[in-house]
């Protein structure tokens, strides 16, 4: 089964506007949480990663929030942009070897 | 900047064929990795490299093996291609710690 649920599918924002992208997962010994981002033609990069010690971090445009006990995170875009327009993977791990990706949200940031 | 380089960007095989796909990690990372990537299932893990010789079994290695006989070099084997195996496959290494920088995808086609 999926270990890690992400949502939604896709999203159409305004640029200037807020993206926000959520998941959820099961296993309470994930301690490693990333989210990537995809450009069409390449591989995913690394964007921002959290710990399950801190419930927010936050990397100039990007923020992750993560709330234990709810067991979800998500990925806030603020003031998006048309380079933005990407798609995103949340993912889980706990052993740094073994990661569970979410099925990605395809963003469109309209100018 | 770590480079992860993939030997085809696309490739179209038939069926039965022995399939190679090739990477290789200019870091001197430890770990490799290999992952198919399929729209709605996100990225899964196949393989995963440890050490030169060493793996571990993914998610769904049925229908695949990997050898790696230097640390920079892990290929992924088909044995005889099938058409549930056309996807993207992705390659990615790490050092220590959780980060991992993946290569730009091969396009695989099975006729």
């Known amino acids: 089964q999926q270990q890690v649920k992400q949502s939604p599918q896709s999203l159409i924002v305004q640029k200037g506007g807020i993206s926000i992208i959520n998941c959820a997962y099961e296993?309470?010994?994930?301690?490693?949480f990333p989210w990537y981002q995809q450009f069409p033609g390449k591989g995913p990069a690394l964007l921002i990663a959290?710990?399950?010690?801190?419930s927010e971090k936050k990397e100039g445009r990007f923020t992750i929030s993560f709330n234990k006990s709810a067991k979800q995170f998500s990925l806030h875009i603020m003031d998006s942009q048309p380079g933005d327009s990407a798609t995103y993977f949340c993912?889980?791990?706990?052993?740094?070897?073994?990661?569970?990706f979410g099925t990605g949200t395809s963003l469109t940031v309209i100018p | 900047d770590v480079k992860v380089t993939q030997s085809s960007r696309y490739l179209v095989k038939r069926t039965g064929e022995k399939v190679f796909l090739e990477c290789v990690q200019d870091?001197?990372?430890?770990?490799m990795f290999w992952y198919r990537q399929d729209p709605g299932l996100g990225l899964r893990l196949i393989y995963f490299?440890?050490?030169?010789?060493?793996?571990e079994k993914g998610d769904i290695p049925e229908g695949y093996s990997v050898s790696r006989e230097k640390k920079e070099r892990f290929s992924l084997i088909l044995e005889s291609a099938s058409t549930n195996q056309t996807s993207m496959y992705l390659c990615?290494?790490?050092?220590?710690?959780?980060?991992?920088?993946f290569g730009p995808g091969t396009r695989l086609t099975v006729l």
């Open positions: 296993n309470t010994a994930f301690d490693y």
């Open positions: 990615a290494s790490r050092v220590t710690g959780y980060e991992q920088f």
């Open positions: 959290i710990r399950p010690d801190v």
């Open positions: 993912a889980a791990s706990s052993t740094g070897n073994q990661f569970y």
């Open positions: 490299s440890y050490d030169v010789k060493m793996k």
């Open positions: 870091m001197d990372h430890e770990n």
